[in-house]
């Protein structure tokens, strides 16, 4: 079955502290990845996304993601958070081929303190 | 990209009634996509809806239950029947554009409280 794990449920940084979040999927065939912010309060917004070609992909806001296809993974980065960087990420799958839906992980809720 | 708007933002309902959530896209999109928040959880795919057809519903979610129209391009409906508090959720529309057709857009969402 198609699934998308995150690793951290919560994680607490204080500002500049650098961010990694992990993702690793489970998913039969060629697929595009996504990462999605939710802010407090706000709707999702896409952070950044990988389809095809260099596995490591800038998003906004300094954040990048680097696709491992070998570990089926795709690792959420930032060099340093700020305090506006507090929000709910979400990891998501689908399959590369035309309109398929979204799968996404459970979620990490990032806290960072200034 | 995009825009969506949903109504409405938010209601507070008795249980055994029913809500009828909207969405309505700016643009013309092929696949629309209904997704159910729980709290503090991620999110799931409820149904797939498309202009034309009947919906396509994920295990755990029935047609009884969520009735979804597709009358156009452009607009859709989920209607959450019966209700109890557990479908107390933030419900969210999506949509793939014709043009970025594996990126999706969501919408606001629908907070629903059952009490």
């Known amino acids: 079955a198609q699934s998308v794990s995150q690793h951290n449920h919560h994680v607490i940084l204080s500002e500049a502290a650098s961010l990694e979040l992990g993702c690793n999927y489970s998913?039969?065939?060629?697929?595009?990845l996504f990462w999605y912010v939710q802010y407090p309060g706000q709707h999702l917004q896409l952070l950044l996304k990988?389809?095809?070609?260099?596995?490591l992909v800038k998003g906004i806001k300094g954040f990048e993601a680097e696709f491992i296809k070998s570990k089926f993974s795709f690792n959420l980065r930032k060099p340093s958070v700020q305090w506006s960087d507090t929000a709910e990420y979400f990891c998501?799958?689908?399959?590369?081929?035309?309109?398929?839906?979204?799968?996404f992980g459970k979620g990490t809720t990032l806290s960072v303190s200034s | 990209s995009a825009v969506i708007s949903q109504k409405p933002s938010r209601d507070i309902c008795q249980r055994g009634t029913s809500l009828t959530i909207q969405c309505q896209v700016d643009?013309?999109?092929?696949?629309m996509f209904w997704y159910r928040q729980q709290p503090g959880q991620s999110l799931t795919l409820i149904a797939t809806a498309n202009q034309g057809s009947e919906a396509t519903y994920e295990s755990g979610f029935v047609i009884d239950k969520f009735p979804i129209s597709r009358p156009n391009l452009t607009f859709s409906t989920l209607t959450v029947s019966n209700m109890s508090p557990e479908d107390s959720s933030i419900y969210l529309c999506s949509v793939v554009g014709d043009f970025h057709y594996n990126e999706q857009f969501f919408g606001p969402g629908t907070r629903l409280t059952v009490l």
């Open positions: 998913y039969g065939g060629t697929v595009n």
């Open positions: 643009s013309q999109v092929t696949m």
């Open positions: 990988y389809f095809s070609g260099d596995p």
């Open positions: 998501a799958v689908n399959a590369n081929q035309a309109g398929t839906a979204l799968i």
